[in-house]
Every structure is written in C-alpha cells, then in structure tokens.
C-alpha cells in the first residue's frame, strides 16, 4: 500500500518553463488536494478536488492549473515558471471533505531559476 | 483566511527536557489536528482533538484544545532526539487551515 506518490522529488527550472508534478493515491480517496509550503508561511492550498472530473482553486491558484480524469491521479501543471514559485509542493488526500486524517507524500522540491 | 499563529516559531531543546508549543486563533474551528513533519518527508498525523477542553495523551505528547475551540497546546515530556520535527497545527472548518509550524530540535 503505496498511499500518496509524489514525482519528481527536486526539480530545477529556468523562468518560463513549464512542467507537470504528478500525483497518485492507491487508497480510494475522493477528495486531493495541492499545498506549497514556504518557510513560516505553513502549508497554502493551491488547488483541490472532490473527485474525478471536480476540481477547484485553492488560496494560491494563480500560475498553476490542474485536472483531475481519475480518483487515482491528481497533476499539477506549472506554466511560465515564476522564481515565486520556488517552493516545496505537497499532494494530499483524505477520505472525507475537511475530515480525518490528510495523507501527505513526500514532497517535491522546486526551484526556479 | 483564517490563520493559526503558533508559538514559538524555533525551539532547540537538550535531551530530557520539557517543552509546549502553542496554536492561536481568533477563529473556531470544527476539530483540531496536529502533524509532525521530519525532513524531507510529508506531514504525519499524530491526532486530532474535537470537544472543547479535550486533553489526549499520546506516550510522551499531551494535545489540549481550548475550551472554546480556538486555540490547543502540545506540550512534550522529556524531550527525544526522534521528537525533532517541524509540528504543526490544521484546524478544519470549511477547509483545512495550517499553523505556521513549529520546529523542535532536540539536542542528544
């Protein structure tokens, strides 16, 4: 039982790039969800999903986009990369909305340069 | 949005020491989680606390919530160097609202 995977696990990016981080889950959860974490900010949501084909912007929307086709995968997609966007990014999931325990993997470590 | 301040921000502690770390709010929330995350890994739940007042002891770590819903405290017990971590608190209410973190270092 895998729970949430997270790759890749660091990436080094120019400006203007763009790239996808990609999310699974093995543990049937409707509801994901997309944080950045930056040092003494705590965790800001970017993005969230209630399930296949459901997706909604977070508190940090702005650069990223999603989509969600399957209850398994759940991609962020960064476009025109912004040295702002310079952050650890963490996949999330739980059973239910706001409820019990959130899953976390393990990160993945961006850097724009 | 809703933000939980926590308290202190850094804390570096010898071995066998005792420490509390406080979250914040003006806010009530419906429940109170507490994560420990260590480097380079995601956050772990450690528990979560729902009635006003609730106290959870788990081994060494005793969770409080305050009495109205707005505020908790993890106060640790002779300090271990496996407790280093960054801990942080997520109250729920429409969402999930994270704490700024804490991050304890226990020195051997």
């Known amino acids: 039982n895998a729970g949430v995977t997270q790759t890749p696990k660091f990436r080094i990016l120019k400006i203007g790039q763009s790239m996808t981080l990609q999310c699974a889950q093995d543990m049937n959860h409707n509801y994901m969800y997309w944080y950045r974490q930056d040092p003494g900010m705590g965790l800001k949501l970017i993005y969230y999903s209630v399930g296949a084909g459901i997706t909604d912007k977070g508190e940090v929307p702005n650069g990223y986009n999603v989509s969600r086709s399957t209850t398994e995968d759940f991609p962020l997609r960064l476009e025109l990369a912004a040295p702002s966007q310079t952050s650890v990014y963490f996949c999330?999931?739980?059973?239910?909305?706001?409820?019990?325990?959130?899953?976390f993997g393990e990160g993945s470590r961006l850097t724009v340069l | 949005t809703q933000l939980l301040e926590q308290s202190p921000q850094f804390l570096s502690i010898q071995e066998g020491e005792n420490l509390t770390v406080y979250c914040n709010s003006s806010?009530?929330?419906?429940?109170l989680q507490w994560y420990r995350q260590e480097p380079g890994e995601g956050p772990v739940l450690l528990v979560t606390v729902v009635t006003g007042g609730e106290v959870k002891k788990l081994k060494r770590l005793t969770f409080q919530f305050g009495d109205a819903r707005k505020d908790s405290s993890l106060h640790i017990t002779a300090a271990q160097p496996g407790d280093t971590g960054l801990y942080l608190c997520v109250g729920t209410g429409n969402q999930f609202y994270f704490g700024t973190g804490t991050s304890l270092t226990v020195i051997p």
């Open positions: 806010s009530v929330f419906s429940s």
């Open positions: 999330a999931s739980s059973y239910g909305w706001v409820s019990g325990e959130l899953f």
